[in-house]
């Protein structure tokens, strides 16, 4: 589950992270009212208007200014509430602006120059443990510091027998050219930023940039942040903090019937049980000529209310141009999804594009007879390499 700037903003402050201040506002109104409300408590003069949408690469798109008068509040948050964003990380559509956040302006004048860095907290799938990923390159997509100088990204992993370490800590101030009271600063602020994410069971932090200010603190002045769903059940506070705006109005209807489903780009709409079996049905999509139009997992109790559901969704995508269902009868019995896919299709109407089913398992060969004798235009396979050709034969 992902969250808005100011939700994780919020999060890091709760676990004792500077951040940047800011106040959340839904329209121009509120806007004004956050700035004057920002001046009378932190003494900032100018604001930075940020567009709250799942996605980086904003002011790459506009969805990032500078204010320096309450005028020019009122008129950039008008300009951007309302848009549709484009950005690096979103569709050719864009996505559109509901909240902007009115942040204080923390690049002041100071003693010292400030510097920007880039920190993340996440998952180091190979040796299976977390990992803080940072780079004295803050404000820069982390994709084209790696390509272009893999040299200035570091990485320190921490054992989770011991958990972070103070060395570890001062080795990554150390490593950001940092001395005397931004270094401490920073060992505080990789402390209370890795806690964070350990205690609220997230997938990722990301902080670009982490500041520096001209008087040596170190704050967070943007943060991205992503929790792992699964984990949700022991942090039940969290689940309002979802915004179904930002997500794929096919998949929070999928997610509200209990189907795990994802969109993707292709032409042949899965339905299988289990995340490993979808996974390799993509793969035979995929070298029959092929391209998978979703990642669907019915689950274990497939009856026909949920088959019928899956159906609803698959066809919502006009791209699909044939249907492949994959089921293995282990916890589920094969004649039960057979029948819910009977009833489904009598339920829809005709399904128009062409329907290959496979069932295996459990009462298989029962299933094949429900299929075979209802009258309807599917195509029953039993081998998945049957189930190839047939998507082949279908898209040719």
């Not at 860095?117 to 998952?123: G, K, R």
């Not at 029959?288 to 497939?302: E, H, I, M, S, Y």
């Not at 029953?380 to 034969?393: G, N």
Request: aromatic share 6%; hydrophobic share 40%.
């Amino acid at each position: 589950m992902n969250l808005h700037e100011y939700q994780g903003k919020e999060m890091l402050n709760s676990f004792g992270v500077r951040i940047q201040r800011g106040i959340v506002a839904n329209n121009v109104d509120e806007a004004v009212k956050a700035a004057k409300k920002l001046t009378e408590d932190t003494g900032t003069s100018w604001w930075v208007v940020k567009a709250q949408i799942h996605a980086g690469g904003r002011g790459k798109g506009g969805g990032v200014k500078l204010a320096k008068s309450l005028s020019e509040i009122e008129s950039i948050s008008n300009d951007i509430l309302g848009m549709h964003l484009i950005t690096p990380q979103t569709s050719s559509e864009g996505k559109l602006v509901s909240q902007v956040l009115i942040a204080e302006d923390v690049y002041y004048p100071g003693e010292s120059e400030t510097s920007e860095f880039y920190m993340s907290v996440l998952l180091n799938r190979s040796s299976g443990r977390n990992m803080i990923m940072y780079s004295t390159e803050g404000g820069m997509d982390i994709e084209t510091v790696a390509e272009q100088t893999p040299h200035l990204i570091f990485t320190e992993e921490i054992d989770p027998s011991v958990g972070l370490q103070g060395f570890q800590c001062r080795k990554i101030a150390f490593n950001l050219g940092l001395s005397g009271n931004a270094f401490k600063e920073m060992t505080k602020f990789v402390f209370a930023l890795y806690t964070a994410y350990d205690q609220t069971d997230s997938s990722l932090f990301e902080i670009n940039p982490v500041l520096k200010t001209s008087d040596n603190k170190i704050m967070a002045v943007d943060a991205k942040v992503s929790i792992d769903d699964n984990s949700l059940f022991r942090h039940k506070d969290f689940i309002a903090l979802r915004d179904k705006r930002e997500e794929d109005p096919t998949e929070v209807e999928a997610d509200e019937y209990g189907l795990n489903f994802v969109k993707l780009d292709g032409d042949v709409g899965c339905m299988v049980n289990g995340a490993g079996l979808a996974m390799a049905t993509m793969d035979i999509i995929k070298m029959a000529g092929g391209n998978p139009a979703n990642f669907l997992d019915v689950g274990g109790t497939a009856d026909a209310k949920r088959v019928e559901q899956a159906f609803r969704i698959i066809l919502k995508d006009s791209n699909v141009k044939a249907i492949l269902v994959n089921i293995f009868g282990g916890i589920v019995r094969c004649d039960r999804v057979a029948q819910g896919i009977v009833d489904a299709y009598n339920n829809i109407g005709e399904i128009p594009v062409p329907l290959i089913v496979r069932l295996q398992g459990t009462n298989a060969k029962e299933a094949k007879v429900l299929i075979d004798e209802s009258g309807l235009k599917v195509e029953s396979v039993i081998l998945l390499q049957e189930a190839a050709d047939k998507v082949a034969e279908v898209l040719s």
